[in-house]
C-alpha cells in the first residue's frame, strides 16, 4: 500500500551571526547549512496495517508524513502511496488518503464546524446517504452533536482534534496519516480518540502511520513500529522483537503453595523482592522463557500456585534506544 525506498528530504537555511552585523553579513555572504531531516529511508507498509512512526523531537518523522501527503517534495527517493506517487499526482492522491495534523487544524477556522463538513462534502463529491451514514457513525464514537455548530476557532483542543480526525476520514480514504492525533488531549478523549484509530483500522481495514510521543497510543494501537533518528530508521519491526533486541528485563511474580524460605533460581533470573514465603518477585531477561525458569524451580521441588510476567516496559526501551544506548 505505501512503498517508500531512499526517500530524503535535505533543508538548506541560511546561518546568520546574531546582531545587527550578523543581519549585513548574511545579506552580503550568507553561510548556509544543510539538514538532512528524512536521510536515506525505505520501508513498506502493507494494506491494513497501522504503524507507529517513532522518534524523538527533530527526527524527520512530520518532514516524511508532508512527503507522503504530497505537501513537501523529497530531494531524492521514491514514495508509492496505493501506487501513486504523492508529489506528482498531489490531487489523486489527496482523494485516497485522509491526515489529521494534531498540531494545527485543517478545518476552516472562521466556519461552524457544520460548514467545514458540508465543504468537504462537495469537494469530495460524497453523496447524502453516504454523508448521513458517515456522521451518524462520527456522532456516535466521537461524540460531535455537541460542538458540531460551534465556530472551528472556539473549539476546545479535544472537540478539534475529533473533528479533525472525522473530517478526515469522511471521503473513505484508504490510508491515514495521523501526526500526533492524540497531543495534549485529557486522558478520556485520549482513550476515545485511541478507540476510534482501532476501529477504523480494524472494521474499515484502513491503512494507518501514526506519529506520537505517548508509548501508551503506540502499546495500544500498533503492532509494528518504526523508530527514526536523526532522518534515518534505527528500528522497523513489531514491538515484542524490539523489547527482545533491547534484552529488556521482566518481572516475574511468582506465588507458592507452600512457603520457601530461601529461593534458589536458575541463571540468568533472580529475587527482585521476597514479599512473603509464599510470593517472590523475580526478574529476567525477557527473551529468557519462562520454561528456565519451571525447570529451574522443579528441580529444587519447590511448588508453584501461580505464575506472572509482566509486559516489559516499551517506554523504557524506546527512551535507551533514544539516548543511544543502544546499538540495534
Ligand atoms: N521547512 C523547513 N526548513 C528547514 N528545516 C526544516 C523544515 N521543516 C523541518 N525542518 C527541520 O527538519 C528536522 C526534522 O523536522 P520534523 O518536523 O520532521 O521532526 P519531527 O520528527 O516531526 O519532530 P517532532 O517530534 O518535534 O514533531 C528538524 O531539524 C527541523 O528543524
Ligand atoms: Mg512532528
Known amino acids: 500500500m505505501i512503498k517508500v525506498s531512499h526517500l530524503s528530504k535535505h533543508f538548506t537555511i541560511k546561518k546568520r551571526e546574531p546582531g545587527f552585523l550578523g543581519s549585513i553579513k548574511a545579506l552580503v555572504h550568507a553561510e548556509t547549512e544543510l539538514i538532512k531531516a528524512v536521510d536515506d529511508v525505505?520501508?513498506?507498509?502493507?494494506?491494513?496495517?497501522?504503524?507507529?512512526?517513532?522518534?524523538?523531537?527533530?527526527?524527520?518523522?512530520?518532514?516524511?508524513?508532508k512527503m507522503l501527503t504530497g505537501?513537501?517534495?523529497?530531494?531524492?527517493?521514491?514514495?508509492?502511496?496505493?501506487?501513486?506517487?504523492?508529489?506528482l499526482n498531489r490531487k489523486e492522491n489527496a482523494f485516497?488518503?485522509?491526515?489529521?495534523?494534531?498540531?494545527?487544524?485543517?478545518?476552516?477556522?472562521?466556519?461552524?464546524?457544520e460548514e467545514s463538513f458540508d465543504l468537504l462534502k462537495s469537494i469530495y463529491k460524497i453523496d447524502d446517504a453516504t454523508y448521513k451514514r458517515k456522521m451518524e457513525f462520527f456522532f456516535d464514537l466521537l461524540s460531535m452533536k455537541d460542538f458540531f455548530k460551534q465556530q472551528a476557532r472556539k473549539l476546545?483542543?479535544?472537540?478539534?482534534?475529533?473533528?479533525?480526525?472525522?473530517?478526515?476520514l469522511l471521503h473513505s480514504p484508504k490510508v491515514l496519516f495521523l501526526d500526533e492525533p492524540t497531543i495534549g488531549l485529557d486522558l478520556i478523549v485520549k482513550e476515545k480518540v485511541r478507540e476510534f484509530i482501532r476501529q477504523i483500522n480494524s472494521e474499515e481495514k484502513v491503512t494507518i502511520i501514526l506519529t506520537t510521543h505517548d508509548v501508551q497510543d503506540i502499546e495500544y494501537l500498533a503492532n509494528r513500529i518504526i523508530i527514526l533518528d536523526k532522518g534515518r530508521i534505527g528500528y522497523d519491526g513489531n514491538i515484542s522483537n524490539f523489547n527482545k533486541?533491547?534484552?529488556?528485563?521482566?518481572?516475574?511474580?511468582?506465588?507458592?503453595?507452600?512457603?520457601?524460605?530461601?529461593?534458589?533460581?536458575?541463571?540468568?533470573?533472580?529475587?527482585?523482592?521476597?514479599?512473603?514465603?509464599?510470593?517472590?518477585?523475580?526478574?529476567?531477561?525477557?527473551?529468557?522463557?519462562?520454561?528456565?525458569?519451571?525447570?529451574?524451580?522443579?528441580?529444587s521441588k519447590v511448588?508453584?500456585?501461580?505464575?506472572?510476567?509482566?509486559?516489559?516496559?516499551?517506554?523504557?526501551?524506546?527512551?535507551?534506544?533514544y539516548a543511544g544506548k543502544s546499538e540495534l
Open 42 to 65: 525505505s520501508f513498506d507498509i502493507k494494506k491494513g496495517e497501522l504503524v507507529g512512526y517513532i522518534g524523538p523531537n527533530g527526527a524527520g518523522k512530520s518532514t516524511t508524513i
Open 71 to 87: 505537501i513537501l517534495t523529497p530531494t531524492s527517493g521514491k514514495i508509492t502511496v496505493n501506487g501513486l506517487d504523492p508529489s
Open 96 to 113: 485516497q488518503i485522509g491526515v489529521v495534523f494534531g498540531q494545527r487544524t485543517q478545518l476552516w477556522i472562521d466556519l461552524p464546524v
Open 156 to 168: 476546545s483542543l479535544g472537540q478539534r482534534m475529533k473533528a479533525d480526525l472525522a473530517a478526515s
Open 245 to 299: 533486541l533491547l534484552g529488556n528485563e521482566s518481572v516475574i511474580n511468582l506465588h507458592f503453595t507452600t512457603g520457601v524460605s530461601k529461593l534458589t533460581l536458575p541463571k540468568p533470573f533472580k529475587v527482585k523482592e521476597k514479599i512473603s514465603d509464599l510470593n517472590y518477585v523475580v526478574t529476567g531477561p525477557d527473551k529468557e522463557p519462562l520454561s528456565t525458569l519451571l525447570n529451574g524451580l522443579q528441580k
Open 303 to 321: 511448588k508453584i500456585k501461580e505464575i506472572q510476567r509482566q509486559k516489559p516496559d516499551l517506554g523504557e526501551a524506546i527512551k535507551k534506544m
